[in-house]
């Protein structure tokens, strides 16, 4: 019997009793106690999560995704699977498509800020009568966009932040010209 089959069969064994207790303990019109009654609400709910674990366990060969420290490396190719002409080996092909990907990630976080900053905004044309009310009204509405666009700069500046950050975290280095280069 397998390893796999035997929890299977554990837990098909525990859920019994913990469904007993439970549903016999809901059937039975409740219970004045709430201990009690989290005690047959966590009983119910945990016996039938064992009971469904168990018989898709039964039911399966292989793990359905759950971390298994039995299944080493799976899905993953190693250098020593690799012919000497392969692309993993081979630095400089790895560090010309990184720094296109960087310089990818770069130019379209870059576009996006400035398209967001650029985009035209229905802006309302200020008004011919000068009364208070509609001045109020207007100083209000500037205000406003006034705060939405800090907002977005500050947003922008972040995340550029961020970005040099995790670039320097790779090995890159920014010149003083603003362009980057690899260690």
Known sequence: MTKRRKQAIILLALSGPMMWFGFTGFMASGTSSTALAMGVAISCTLGLAFALSGLVMLGTKNSLGILNPDDKGRGEILASQTSKDSPMLD????????????????????????????????????????????????????????????????????????VEKELKSKGWMQQKDGSWSYE
């Open 91 to 162: 630095k400089d092909k790895i560090r010309q498509r990184n720094e296109a990907a960087i310089d990818y990630l770069v130019t379209k976080t870059t576009d996006n800020a400035i398209k967001t900053l650029t985009k035209k905004q229905k802006v309302k044309p200020m008004a011919k009568a000068n009364t208070s009310v509609e001045l109020m009204k207007r100083e209000k509405e500037l205000e406003t966009r006034r705060k939405e666009l800090e907002a977005m700069l500050a947003e922008v500046s972040k995340e550029e932040q961020a």
